[in-house]
């Protein structure tokens, strides 16, 4: 994201890019920043939360709770002190129910059967994170991947030591006549081993059948 951002300001004029400056009022001229500099502009796109933005001045104002309103349910977060390695926030649409989803990053030796300890870890280390309310939730569902029979075997237990290259086997095609199909997100030729995976490989996989039925 980062390599995108700067290939983004390259080309714009260094006196354009206002680094480290806040934003403190947007107005129909452009922008006051915080330290009391104005920038004029004819078009303002604000790339934050709508409730973050609801803490600027806006002038002409805004129809009152216009942006408080608006759920900003996107977050995600990375550490490195704790159980978890990955959070998600997993809400429903409208907040509810105020969900936070995350991946371990223990080996699974290491967290065999220490599933209190863990998910005692994993509270202490949210509520480090976002709060003494998110150290008290109402249910802790903890499931271990490596331990569900359908999900994973013992070769697993090792994890790999970066993201593996997946991809579509031509081994895996066309079996049995074209009748035995494989759509897993690890044979998926964009994003395998994520979610957006096992949504490309369905699609293949679907097309692959309708093709076969002619």
């Known amino acids: 994201m980062t390599a995108l951002v700067e290939a983004l300001a390259a080309p714009l004029p260094a006196e354009r890019l206002h680094l480290q400056s806040p934003v403190r009022a947007v107005t129909a001229d452009g922008v006051t920043l915080a330290d009391g500099r104005s920038v004029v502009a004819g078009q303002v796109a604000l790339a934050l939360p709508p409730r973050l933005a609801a803490g600027l001045e806006f002038a002409p104002g805004l129809p009152p709770d216009l942006l408080h309103r608006l759920p900003g349910l996107s977050g995600d977060a990375s550490s490195r002190r704790g159980p978890l390695v990955e959070i998600h926030d997993a809400s429903g649409p409208s907040g509810t129910p105020a969900v936070l989803f995350g991946f371990l990053g223990l080996p699974a030796q290491m967290r065999a059967g220490r599933a209190a300890e863990v998910e005692a870890a994993g509270i202490a280390q949210l509520s480090r994170i976002f709060g003494p309310e998110a150290g008290q939730p109402r249910q802790v569902i903890y499931r271990d991947w490596a331990e569900a029979r359908y999900t994973a075997t013992a070769a697993d237990h090792t994890p790999p030591q970066g993201h593996p290259d997946y991809r579509p086997d031509p081994a895996l095609i066309g079996l ?13 030729s964009d994003s395998g081993g994520l979610i957006e995976g096992a949504l490309v490989a369905a699609s293949e996989g679907a097309a692959r059948i309708l093709a076969q039925r002619g």
């Open 176 to 188: 049995w006549g074209g009748r035995l199909h494989f759509a897993a997100t690890e044979l998926a």
